[in-house]
């Protein structure tokens, strides 16, 4: 059996997995797509004494640093069931099940997709989901936020000091932020907050150059020209799979302690897949840190 198993192969999971082979333990990771969210990501300005890099280039850094150890690495494989047994147990899709005295859940998670045409097309050229990656990147611009509950409310007052103009896009005919937030909000003078409007497609040539929505009230479709989209209808974390087995909030997100323990014993997580508040690499990799390092406490103890 192992001593670590990690499950996912994100930031999160490649720094657990780091961790935990240099106590000298068996360790070994699985991850249906080595990588994660970095996968999908352009530029990253912000992971610290970093000045600039790409998902994919990061990515290969993240795997080949795993490599330097001496870890099992089981990748394009998905976990399906977690369950404690005399030692914890996780099924795999293909039926395999592997054993291990401890476990580090780093599942990561998703952005939840509108789902209108030009949103893949226009991913990572105008379309943006990530207010604190992406936000300066659209210095001096007209952006929409998709989305009025906290974090649309939130990323609109974020992108508010730092683009030209946002408009706020709501489906209903009230905004779901917090009344502190709306306050805020709407006391800014560079924000126009649109309810009742359904986003029916995002235009562009190259890149994003405008949106277009339904007025819901009239049914008339009104387009707006701006050079960005924030898409902020929610953050799905991956840990639906685990069904009762850990605690997960409202949110689906799984409960941790300061230690990055779970409510099993022997299970901990880490990262997006976690009820931390803000979802960042540099945030993913500290938390696989303490995964690790409170895994490698409870080996000892027990
Ligand atoms: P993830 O990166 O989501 O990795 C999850 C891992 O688990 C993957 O390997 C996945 O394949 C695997 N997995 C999932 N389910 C299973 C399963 N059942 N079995 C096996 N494996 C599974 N953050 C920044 O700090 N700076 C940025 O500039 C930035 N830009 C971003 C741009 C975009 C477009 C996106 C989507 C995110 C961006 N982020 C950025 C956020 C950042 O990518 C995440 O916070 C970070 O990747 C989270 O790491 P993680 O390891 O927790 O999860």
């Known amino acids: ?56 280039k990061l990515a290969a850094s993240l795997e080949e640093h795993v490599k330097q150890y001496n870890v099992d690495i089981m990748k394009l494989q998905r976990a399906k069931r977690l369950e404690k047994k005399e030692l914890i147990e996780v099924e795999l899709e293909n039926g395999a099940v592997l054993k291990s005295k401890t476990v580090i859940l780093s599942t990561g998670a998703r952005w939840r997709n509108i789902g209108v045409p030009g949103e893949a097309e226009f991913k990572n050229k105008g379309v943006a989901y990530c207010p604190h990656c992406d936000g300066p990147l659209f210095a001096g611009k007209h952006v929409a936020v998709i989305g009025g509950g906290n974090s649309g409310v939130e990323a609109a007052i974020d992108l508010a000091g730092i683009v030209s103009h946002v408009t706020v896009l709501e489906y209903n005919d009230a905004l779901k932020a917090d009344s502190v937030l709306q306050d805020r909000l709407y006391s800014l003078p560079n924000v126009t907050v649109i309810k009742n409007a359904q ?18 009230e009239t049914g008339e479709d009104k387009h707006i020209e701006l050079q960005g989209v924030f898409v902020q ?18 949110m689906g997100e799984i409960v941790v302690d300061s230690h990055g323990a779970t409510s099993m014993p022997g299970v901990f997580a880490a ?17 696989g840190a303490t995964a690790a390092l409170g895994a490698f406490d409870y080996l000892i103890r027990n």
């Open 233 to 250: 209808i929610g953050l799905v974390p991956n840990t639906d799979w685990l069904g009762d087995s850990v605690e997960r909030n409202r």
């Open 1 to 56: 059996p192992f001593d670590v198993l990690v499950i996912g192969g994100g930031p999160a999971g490649a720094s657990s997995a780091i961790y935990a082979a240099r106590k000298g333990i068996r360790t070994g990771i699985v991850a249906e797509r080595f990588g994660g969210q970095v996968m999908d990501t352009l530029g990253i300005e912000n992971f610290i004494s970093v000045k600039h890099t790409e998902g994919p």
């Open 199 to 216: 986003t029916k497609e995002i235009t562009g040539t190259d890149k994003v150059n405008g949106i277009t929505y339904v007025e819901r």
């Open 271 to 287: 990262g997006d897949c976690t009820n931390s508040p803000y979802k960042q690499i540099i945030i993913s990799m500290g938390s």
